[in-house]
């Protein structure tokens, strides 16, 4: 389909070219040979399409931006020209040559200006951004972490997000930095990025679109992603911690994929009896460490005699931190053996020790 239309696209600017070839070579401006005058058409109308594919690449600010510069420059300009007395220069011709080239020279000058400004332009305040500001707000820009970390297409895929989920292309280019570079783990973390993306476009309820627009006067990434959230009023998802800080500081609200995993975990209370396999030894004495199906680190006394074994422990206390929650357990052996004899209380295959999960960085 795209194919197509690039070539009805391709036949409308060859008929433009080849119109105003013929329409300069029948009309013959400033007294031209046809020859002549139809070569001027033809470069006309190549200049114009060659202006027509670079304005179809800018953003609506950059149009915006152009546009206005060029009017209020040309306003100027004009304005300066009418002001000026022909009368003053000896020659004749010379007149005529400034009040064509000042009007020419400040909408030149003003659409420079208008587009290199174009960034200070807030569109939500008018209400021209995607003509509903209701649809920006539900927009959630993903930052490159987040899409690293790959959670985000299992969170998308159950439909727990809605709205439009945005790739700004600045994290688009420091995902394909990420993946070009000359570090393998790195290589295969910006790999994976891009895996995750594609994953993302794939979905037929997800909605993921690509943004062209740049904070121009921000260099890190970071501060880019925070503008633009204050440009288009939404949130941004990321599970970077510094990031999270940083744009609470600036007011953006921010959807932290690591908070959400924390808030998911099963809710345990000191007192509750639970069934864990001891890994490996605590670096207390006479400790075992266990982990959960979701990473979660289980510290159990008296079960250092007990790694590479499934058993039932007491939970003593609960703590939360910013990395994550740990649970602390008792082994209570002689309750153990009333309630599973020495002949019922099978070792764990070798198997499950290799099945079991390291903690899992949040």
């Avoid at 300066?80 to 009040?99: G, I, K, M, Y």
């Avoid at 790195?186 to 979905?203: A, C, I």
């Avoid at 345990?268 to 001891?278: D, K, T, Y």
């Avoid at 590479?308 to 939360?320: A, E, G, K, P, Y």
Wanted: glycine share 8%; net charge positive.
């Amino acid at each position: 389909m795209d194919h197509v239309k690039r070539n009805d696209l391709l036949l409308v600017r060859i008929a433009f070219v080849v119109l105003l070839g013929a329409a300069t070579a029948v009309l013959t401006p400033f007294s031209l040979p046809n020859w002549i005058a139809a070569l001027c058409g033809v470069g006309g109308g190549l200049l114009a399409v060659a202006l027509e594919i670079r304005l179809r690449r800018a953003g609506i600010k950059q149009l915006l931006g152009g546009a206005a510069g060029t009017l209020i420059g040309g306003l100027l300009g004009i304005l300066f020209v009418v002001l000026l007395n022909a009368s003053s220069f000896a020659d004749h011709r010379t007149a005529p040559f400034f009040q064509l080239v000042i009007p020419l020279s400040a909408g030149y000058i003003g659409l420079l200006v208008g587009i290199g400004k174009a960034e200070m332009l807030n569109l939500n305040a008018v209400g021209i951004l995607s003509g509903d500001t209701s649809s920006t707000r539900s927009m959630k820009l993903l930052d490159t972490s987040v899409i690293i970390d790959g959670r985000i297409a299992e969170i998308a895929e159950t439909g727990f997000l809605d709205g439009v989920l945005a790739v700004p292309q600045f994290v688009l280019r420091e995902l394909q930095f990420v993946a070009d570079s000359a570090d393998s783990m790195k290589r295969n973390r910006g790999r994976r990025g891009l895996d995750v993306l594609q994953r993302l476009q794939k979905m037929p309820r997800v909605d993921v679109q690509l943004l062209d627009d740049d904070v121009a006067s921000v260099r890190e990434v970071d501060l880019k992603l925070i503008e633009l959230a204050k440009i288009y009023r939404c949130k941004v998802v990321t599970n970077d911690f510094n990031l999270n800080k940083v744009a609470q500081v600036h007011g953006v609200e921010v959807l932290n994929i690591n908070e959400l995993a924390n808030a998911l975990r099963p809710v345990v209370l000191p007192g509750e009896s639970m069934r864990v396999f001891i890994l490996k030894e605590g670096k207390e004495y006479n400790q075992g460490v266990a982990y959960l199906d979701d990473g979660t680190m289980v510290v159990v006394d008296n079960a250092r005699r007990q790694i590479s074994r499934t058993i039932d422990i007491t939970v003593t206390s609960v703590l939360q931190t910013t990395a994550g929650k740990m649970i602390f357990g008792k082994f209570d052996e002689r309750a153990e053996r009333a309630n599973h004899p020495p002949q019922e209380r099978a070792a764990t295959p070798p198997a499950a020790i290799a099945s079991a999960k390291e903690p899992r960085a949040v």
